[in-house]
């Protein structure tokens, strides 16, 4: 018989937490037939000798490569059995009775497409991980020097939705794919990740085809899952991978003609608002330094030095996506 949930996990250099993760599963799943697989890709960490030893349990897929979180959850989704398909961060900790409450959630509604929880960073506090579908001003609002004056500011917090209530249920646009609760019947209908997005958007893309296709999205905050965040994406290259994979979503949801012009006008917006942070950063960190505030120098300075890295490296690697 099938399980209920199959619980996919992609990490990369996560050992620690991915470990912890795994110790939170048997209580979050209690009551809950499930499955637990992990991909590997190639984080040279000792991630997947660290599973094979403490977990034996854990179906391990060790890749030779880091083939990106899409492609590595497409991997794990092939031979998965459940009922339900639980997309997980390895830096998160479901709490106790968590995941029973996903399935119920999802079993009781056919018309649900995919759920997920409320997440709490390791301080309680509670993190938004909802959002609308991105609009053009709102976009406008977050990466151009037009944020300076507040006119697309509304559009901004509506993308954000700054007006969730985030310990009621509702149906929602995008949840965050920390923790994303899928019917497998759903992802046999609307189809996997797409593996175009390395890593990054694949969450809004999937949850946006589930709802093209008839589906609502469910915020359910009767589960709660603690999330670290930014484990396995902390590195130099993140900015730029996010910014490829945004655009590639925007010509994939918006069309050629549209998307192209909103990236382009993206693109010009985002250089401007760095060349403008470029000058004003540098000389806040000299005249910080030269005051004695070494602390805020250092921060000003590191904006002014991620300001240059856009301008002279990384505005070019998302030319193509």
């Known amino acids: 018989m099938s ?3 199959s619980i996919l996990i992609v990490a990369w250099r996560c050992r620690d937490d991915l470990a912890r993760c795994l110790e939170s599963l048997p209580a979050a799943a209690a009551g809950v037939a499930h499955e637990t697989l992990v991909v590997d890709n190639a984080s040279g960490d000792g991630t997947a000798r660290m599973v094979r030893e403490r977990f034996p349990e854990v179906r391990l897929i ?5 083939r990106g979180f899409a492609a590595a959850n497409n991997q794990a989704l092939a031979v998965a059995t459940g009922r339900h398909v639980l997309y997980l961060n390895p830096d998160t900790r479901p709490e106790a009775g968590s995941l029973a409450v996903l399935v119920r959630t999802l079993d009781a509604d056919e018309g649900l497409g995919a759920a997920g929880p409320q997440l709490r960073g390791e301080d309680g506090a509670i993190q938004p991980s909802v959002r609308t579908d991105p609009t053009f001003a709102a976009l406008l609002h977050q990466y151009t020097p037009l944020r300076l004056l507040r006119v697309l500011a509304p559009a901004y917090h509506r993308y954000k939705r700054r007006d969730m209530d985030f310990t009621s249920a509702a149906d929602v646009d995008t949840l965050m794919g920390a923790a994303l609760c899928v019917p497998r019947r759903v992802l046999d209908e609307v189809g996997p990740m797409d593996e175009r997005f390395f890593v990054y958007h694949e969450e809004a893309d999937l949850c946006l085809r589930i709802r093209q296709a008839g589906y609502r999205v469910r915020f359910e905050p009767a589960a709660r899952v603690t999330h670290v965040g930014g484990v396995s994406s902390a590195h130099a290259a993140a900015g730029v991978l996010y910014l490829r994979n945004l655009y590639r979503f925007l010509y994939k949801h918006r069309g050629r003609l549209k998307g192209g012009a909103m990236v382009a006008a993206l693109r ?3 250089w401007l608002r760095e060349a403008l942070q470029l000058p004003v950063e540098a ?5 910080l330094l030269l005051v004695g505030r070494r602390d805020r120098a250092r921060r000003r ?21």
């Open 3 to 5: 399980p209920d949930l």
């Open 62 to 66: 060790a890749n030779g490569e880091n």
């Open 268 to 270: 010009v917006g985002l």
């Open 283 to 287: 000389l806040a960190a000299l005249a």
């Open 301 to 321: 300075g590191r904006r002014a030095a991620q300001a240059a890295r856009y301008l002279c490296w990384d505005a070019w690697r998302t030319l193509f996506v």
